[in-house]
C-alpha cells in the first residue's frame, strides 16, 4: 500500500495558451496512466476546482518512496512539467505522507513534543 504521495498542483492557464493547456494536461494522464500499468506508481487521482483565486486543480500521485522519486526522475514527467510550466500558472510539485506514512510521520511529531520543554 502506498504510504507516500506527490501533489502536483496549477493554477489557470496562460492566457493564449489554454489549447496547449488542455494537450498538456491530457499528455499527463497518458504518462500517469501508463506509469501505473507497468506498475511503477500505485495509482493517482486527479481533481478539478470549483473557481478560485488560488488552485485550478490537481493530481495527487500515490506510490512508495521508491516509486515517488523515480517518478520525479523519469524524464518524460520532467519534460511534461516543463511544457506544464509554460501552459498554466503556478505549477507546484509537493511531497507528502498518506495511510502508513502518516502515522510514521506523527510518530515523529510526538516524539519532537516530547523533547520540548512544556510551558505552563
Avoid at 518524460?76 to 511544457?83: L, S
Avoid at 505522507?97 to 506523527?106: D, H, L, P, S
Amino acid at each position: 500500500m502506498a504510504d507516500r504521495v506527490l501533489f502536483i498542483g496549477w493554477g489557470t492557464p496562460v492566457r493564449g495558451a489554454e489549447e496547449r493547456a488542455i494537450e498538456v494536461f491530457n499528455e499527463a494522464l497518458g504518462l500517469l496512466g501508463r506509469m501505473q500499468q507497468e506498475g511503477r506508481i500505485e495509482g493517482f487521482d486527479v481533481v478539478l476546482l470549483g473557481p478560485n483565486t488560488d488552485l485550478g486543480g490537481y493530481i495527487t500521485v500515490r506510490g512508495s518512496a521508491e516509486q515517488i522519486a523515480g517518478f520525479r526522475a523519469d524524464d518524460e514527467f520532467q519534460r511534461n512539467t516543463v511544457n506544464a510550466q509554460l501552459a498554466v500558472e503556478d505549477i507546484r510539485h509537493i511531497e507528502g505522507f498518506t495511510n502508513e506514512g502518516v502515522a510514521g510521520q506523527m510518530e515523529m511529531y510526538q516524539q519532537a513534543i516530547a523533547e520540548l520543554p512544556q510551558r505552563a
